[in-house]
């Protein structure tokens, strides 16, 4: 039973698309994570959502809209995609103390052509 | 402003030994905590060990150590009798205990022949 599962796992589309990826945890944690790493490894916290509040929301377009229906599940919703939003997402989850590391899901990699 | 980083974009280790990577942090935050995370090629990302700021000792994880230098600001992970499955990335990361933000290191990708 996958602890942080993502889907879809690969993502190809046209530009201008708006497309979503779903991301659901069954570790009862507390807070979720969107992250983006680029063509470089590079990871980049997008959101966090702590018991559906909205906590970070790091510099990132307005095209993005990560929304938590539940404190289980934070999707990413991406309006009009440009090929710079290639890269692979990353959902996480962890518990509020700080002794607690992330807690992955697999990765969506997103590709606009 | 927290920052974590990694000099080494690559190392090389021969099978069997061990490997020390560098990871240096700042922070202003009196409690942090320091992690390192695995990306095998697969792609996915895998938490290998944790080191608290006001720990005493070294965090060990099985062939895993973290050689936590305060003062330094240094928290090098230490992988003993390397072996072929530990070809990956490798992530260091901080999290400062006011913030909710985990912030990754550029990561350093590890090779280890035969």
């Known amino acids: 039973d996958t602890a942080v599962s993502q889907t879809p796992k690969y993502l190809v589309t046209q530009m201008g698309n708006d497309k979503s990826i779903k991301c659901e945890q069954n570790?009862?944690?507390?807070?979720m994570y969107w992250y983006k790493q680029d063509s470089k490894k590079f990871l980049k916290i997008m959101f966090s959502?702590?018991?559906?509040?909205?906590?970070i929301n790091e510099t990132v377009p307005n095209r993005f809209s990560p929304k938590s229906p539940d404190k289980a599940h934070l999707n990413l919703h991406i309006n009009s995609l440009e090929l710079g939003d290639s890269a692979v997402y990353f959902c996480?989850?962890?518990?509020?103390?700080?002794?607690?590391?992330?807690?992955f899901g697999s990765g969506t990699r997103l590709t606009v052509v | 402003a927290q920052k974590i980083t990694q000099t080494q974009p690559g190392m090389f280790v021969q099978e069997k030994e061990a490997v020390t990577l560098d990871c240096t942090y700042d922070?202003?935050?009196?409690?942090?905590?320091l992690f390192w995370y695995k990306q095998p090629s697969s792609g996915e990302m895998i938490f290998l060990i944790y080191q608290g700021s006001y720990d005493q000792q070294n965090a060990t994880e099985g062939r895993y150590s973290l050689n936590f230098q305060k003062a330094r600001k240094s928290a090098n992970l230490v992988i003993s009798a390397s072996q072929l499955g530990d070809s990956a990335m490798y992530f260091c990361?901080?999290?400062?205990?006011?913030?909710?933000?985990?912030?990754f290191g550029a990561g350093t990708r590890l090779f280890v022949k035969a």
């Open positions: 922070t202003s935050d009196p409690s942090y905590g």
């Open positions: 996480a989850s962890s518990q509020d103390s700080l002794i607690w590391g992330y807690t």
């Open positions: 959502y702590n018991n559906k509040e909205l906590i």
């Open positions: 990361a901080m999290r400062e205990d006011s913030g909710f933000k985990t912030i």
């Open positions: 570790l009862g944690h507390d807070t």
